[in-house]
């Protein structure tokens, strides 16, 4: 009656479920759940009242051991915190500037230092590591958390370079020769229509270091120094007797406050966006 031929219809809801259980679906599902199952398994054992992989029933026992009879855990968390926080922003002021002097001016040796500038990122951990070490040693430099800090800042560097340098690709020169006309110097340029225009690929490098400074271990364990222990050393240092499921109690924790931290940054990521 209308001009639709009924067989058409039922041959386009056919190929329709036939693309729901395509191939590359199932790839899909399987690779997330690949990635999700041992989180999966981490928090629920966080819940077990055994101290090994039989379930006996559901307790909080490793929350409260986390809380008040872990004073060495949270030591390191203590130092992992303040190496991820200072390393990650001294990184992101760095990494910024140093994207936006290399997109905008002209000086020699430009393309040797960009090339440079990417060998932490790609160089094996262990050679960094190495290197930091030998590094440290020949100037008299003690191990400890400042040697920490250098490291982590300068495995750091190239990830907020390459993202806000990613950011200015996109960037539109015209707003800047209309803040000149309008009188502004190159400071104010800088600040006021520069950094909020990049600001997402700013906190994307940020959050980046942060994640890459908490996890490292490769490197941390050649710099570190009495009294200086991350949390991934503590870990490890555990291994020999047994990992406690204290650990899995303090990894939900993180993962809950890794997601909080995300989705608050994302609420502000797309304010700047839809503010600018």
Do not use: C
Not at 177 to 192: F, I, P, V
Not at 250 to 262: D, E, H, K, R, Y
């Amino acid at each position: 009656m209308n001009g639709r031929n009924p067989e058409n219809g039922r041959k386009q809801v056919m190929f329709h479920d036939h693309r729901t259980f395509s191939f590359s679906n199932i790839v899909m599902v399987l690779v997330v759940v690949f990635l999700f199952l041992p989180l999966f398994v981490v928090v629920l054992y966080s819940f077990n009242s055994s101290k090994g992989m039989t379930w006996d029933h559901a307790s909080l026992v490793w929350y409260e051991k986390l809380i008040f009879d872990s004073p060495s855990l949270w030591m390191a968390f203590k130092n992992s915190l303040i190496i991820a926080l200072t390393s990650s922003a001294t990184a992101t002021v760095l990494g910024t500037l140093a994207a936006i002097g290399i997109k905008w001016y002209r000086f020699p040796g430009k393309s040797y230092i960009t090339t440079v500038s990417y060998l932490p990122m790609v160089l094996p951990e262990v050679i960094i590591g190495i290197s930091m070490l030998i590094f440290f040693s020949a100037v008299k430099i003690q191990l400890g958390m400042f040697t920490i800090f250098v490291a982590h800042t300068t495995f750091n560097l190239p990830f907020v370079f390459l993202l806000v340098s990613a950011r200015l690709d996109e960037f539109d020169y015209s707003t800047i020769e209309a803040a000149r006309d309008l009188g502004a110097n190159e400071r104010q340029t800088l600040l006021r229509v520069i950094i909020p225009s990049i600001m997402p690929g700013v906190l994307s490098g940020f959050l980046m270091s942060i994640t890459m400074s908490l996890e490292d271990f490769v490197i941390t364990f050649f710099v570190s120094g009495p009294g200086s222990g991350t949390l991934p050393l503590y870990v490890y240092s555990m291994i020999r007797y047994g990992v406690s499921p204290v650990i899995n109690a303090l990894s939900f924790v993180m993962i809950l406050g890794t997601m909080l931290i995300a989705w608050v940054f994302r609420r502000f990521l797309k304010t700047i966006a839809a503010n600018s």
